[in-house]
C-alpha cells in the first residue's frame, strides 16, 4: 500500500489549501481513510476521518475543512478553507484496514491506521 500527499504549502491567513492523497494498492472500501496532521512539539492529531456515508471532523477544523473522496476511490482530498496560523503542521494522510466499533475518538486517532504517506507542510503566516 502506497499513499502520496501532495498540496501543502504557504498561505496567509483565511486563504484556502487543498491537500491530495494517491493511493495504491489499498482496497478495503469499507475501510476509513483520514487525514491526520503534527505541528512542532506536539502529538499527532486526527482533522478528519472518512468512510461513504460516514465522515468525521476534529472540533477545531469543523465548518472549515472538508474531507472527501474521488468516485473510484484512489484519491483522498481534504479542503482546507479560513485556514489559522494553529493549522500550521504536517498533514498525513493514513488509511486502515476494515474495523468494526468505529467511533468518532477513534476514527482521529493515530493508532487506528495502518497505513501513512509521507507528510506534506501546511504553513499559515
Known amino acids: 500500500v502506497q499513499l502520496v500527499e501532495s498540496g501543502g504549502g504557504l498561505v496567509q491567513p483565511g486563504g484556502s489549501l487543498r491537500l491530495s492523497c494517491a493511493t495504491s494498492?489499498?482496497?478495503?472500501?469499507?475501510?476509513?481513510m483520514a487525514w491526520l496532521r503534527q505541528a512542532p512539539g506536539k502529538e499527532r492529531e486526527g482533522v478528519a476521518a472518512f468512510r461513504v456515508g460516514d465522515t468525521y471532523y476534529a472540533d477545531s477544523v469543523k465548518g472549515r475543512f472538508t474531507i472527501s473522496q474521488d468516485n473510484d476511490q484512489s484519491t483522498l482530498y481534504l479542503q482546507m478553507d479560513s485556514l489559522k496560523p494553529e493549522d500550521t503542521a504536517i498533514y498525513y494522510c493514513a488509511a486502515g484496514r476494515p474495523r468494526s466499533g468505529m467511533t468518532a475518538i477513534r476514527a482521529l486517532t493515530a493508532s487506528t491506521y495502518d497505513y501513512w504517506g509521507q507528510g506534506t507542510q501546511v504553513t499559515v503566516s
Open positions: 494498492g489499498y482496497s478495503y472500501n469499507k475501510s476509513y
